[in-house]
């Protein structure tokens, strides 16, 4: 018998793949390639310079802040990757607004 535990509602961790949705299985892998709504916007930063914020809204606290967009994205992804291999690893949910793409 397969040791589970609740993740959350609708999701069983079942060693290194869940059980999501409709009988969806996914591992690490399959939670990386889940588009996520990139959000853009010109703030002012601490000095009162503009520069670019991109955050994936539906990833809490992943959001990146440069003068770049190009370089906000690049720390946007490290934090996304980061959170979304943590929250595996140790069994937290993880937003799934829609299925990863194959």
Do not use: K, N
Request: glycine content about 8%; charged content about 25%; hydrophobic content about 40%.
């Amino acid at each position: 018998m397969a040791v589970t535990r609740r993740a959350h509602v609708g999701m069983e961790l079942h060693a290194e793949r869940r059980t999501w949705g409709a009988g969806l299985v996914m591992g690490l892998e399959e939670y990386l390639a889940i588009p996520y709504v990139l959000a853009a916007h010109a703030v002012r930063g601490p000095d009162g310079s503009w520069v670019c914020q991109l955050e994936y809204e539906e990833l809490a606290d992943c959001v990146a802040y440069a003068r770049s967009p190009l370089d906000a994205l690049d720390e946007l992804e490290e934090e996304r990757i980061g959170y979304i291999t943590a929250h595996f690893e140790q069994g937290l949910p993880i937003p799934v607004p829609r299925p990863p793409i194959r």
